[in-house]
């Protein structure tokens, strides 16, 4: 298991916190039986193929961010037959918008975040864990600090070659960060949350078939926020009152959120396979929201049909393409059909530079008053260019085109950045990041129209 500083694949919404906090609120849980692969299995045991080698190893050895670099990989510490990778990292950060804001407010953030992941050694199976802590702290604007807590553990059961048992589970503490959509200008401080998640997932090949299955749960549980005075009209009837003191009823976005994954498919040499996917959804709001809306819970479902697989050993590709349609309880709130993609693309130029390339149209909760939901067209670049063995550059781009069902809202939002890692050894690593956003948003509920521009450099040390 290489731990280095190299940083997260850019596939996440760029002002969420971490990728865990993004990726969570796409699927949720369902445990997969045992007695479903055993079938599957059998009827691996029926096809049977002399071929040894996989269709579906989609493996590169070029990939600027996955590549292992030895010298500069931690090492761990070897604790019987676990290895635990200790981590640290100091971040000075400078944000020229704290409040997400058309008026600007900027400001100075240290963050400081440990972590530890532990795993296992064994020669088939895995069991790791990963604990972190994250304290952000704002020194001309306190009351914006938050403390953030994590953890996650995963187990994977190697059946045998062909097939696999995958199962995880996650408890957090988070804080929706001031840029994001569903955060409201009026509230005092960030939004707090409670993630609990869960899943489980199985595969198996057999022959020129492989067939994944997939579920997983997250269960979010929000804290109410005081309201900044003479900010009621701004966030609709959605509050309430404790003494003279105004709430904004962030409990209404309580819920349990579940989907289901089933995928097919069929590798017409070791280079292509054809698949076909359904993924249906479920979303259960805890309390119904204040304001005369009626439920937000729904119903839905994905499906998809595409190609998976690889040009030469330089380009691997997904794509599927195919039809959405989520159902709301509420009468008000009009359902959502049309159409369905998901495009990822990863290209190595050179055995020195990486671009991956990303597109989706799909359904993403939301937080803003008067909706329960956003539907999200969402586009992301992002090279790595390995400019020493030690440094790693990587520019990104984004966009994303929100629309809500229930108001007129639409969003637009655009981010850019650059990250640059420098690996000074084993235990040692520097990171300059820049990051921008700009978002533009119209229609009743509508979000400020703002800019925002943060710089910061991390020492990270690990063991």
Sequence with gaps: MAMTAIQDDGTCRPEKSSCAQQTARVAGWRPCTVSLLALISAAGLMAGSARSQSYYDRSSVTDVAARPHPEYDAQGVHVGEFTVYPR????????????????????????????????????????????????????????QSSDEYSMTANAGVDVDSRSKLSFNLGAAQLTEPRSDQDSIAGLTEPVRYDLLSGGAGAFREFGR??????????????????????????????????????????ASRDELATSETLRLSWAIDPNIA????????QSNFIHEPLASLGSFNSTGYQALTGLNGQLTDLIRYDIGIGYLDQH???????????LAYNVNVVYDVTQLVTLKLSGSHSIQPAGIPGS????????????????????????NFAYYHD?????????????????????????????????????????????????????????????
Aim: aromatic share 14%; charged share 15%.
């Design 209 to 250: 078939f492989r067939l994944d299955l997939s579920a997983a749960a997250n269960y979010y549980s929000f804290y109410n926020v005081q309201l900044a005075p003479g900010t009621y009209e701004s966030v609709g009837n959605d509050i309430f009152a404790v003494g003279n003191t105004l709430y904004y009823n962030e």
């Design 328 to 338: 709301y309880n509420s009468a008000q709130i009009r359902d959502v059909t049309g």
């Design 88 to 143: 640290a990292s100091l971040t000075d950060i400078y944000d020229d918008n704290v409040y997400a804001l058309p008026k600007k407010t900027g400001g100075d953030i240290v963050s400081i975040a440990p972590s530890l992941d532990i795993g296992s050694n064994w020669g088939r199976n895995s069991l790791g864990v990963h604990l972190q802590y994250e304290r952000d702290q704002y020194l001309e604007q306190p009351g």
């Design 403 to 463: 629309i809500y069902p229930g108001t007129t809202r639409i969003d637009s939002r655009y981010y850019g950045g650059v990250n640059a890692t420098y690996l000074i050894n084993s235990m040692l690593g520097l990171t300059f990041s820049y990051s921008y956003l700009q978002q533009l948003s119209n229609g009743a509920y509508g979000g400020y129209n703002f800019n925002d521009n943060r710089v910061s450099i991390a020492v990270t040390v690990q063991r």
């Design 372 to 395: 329960a939901a956003s539907d999200v067209d969402g586009f992301s670049a992002k090279a790595d260019i390995e400019l020493l063995r030690n440094l790693i550059l990587s520019p």
């Design 274 to 281: 054809v698949f076909t996917q359904f993924q249906p959804n």
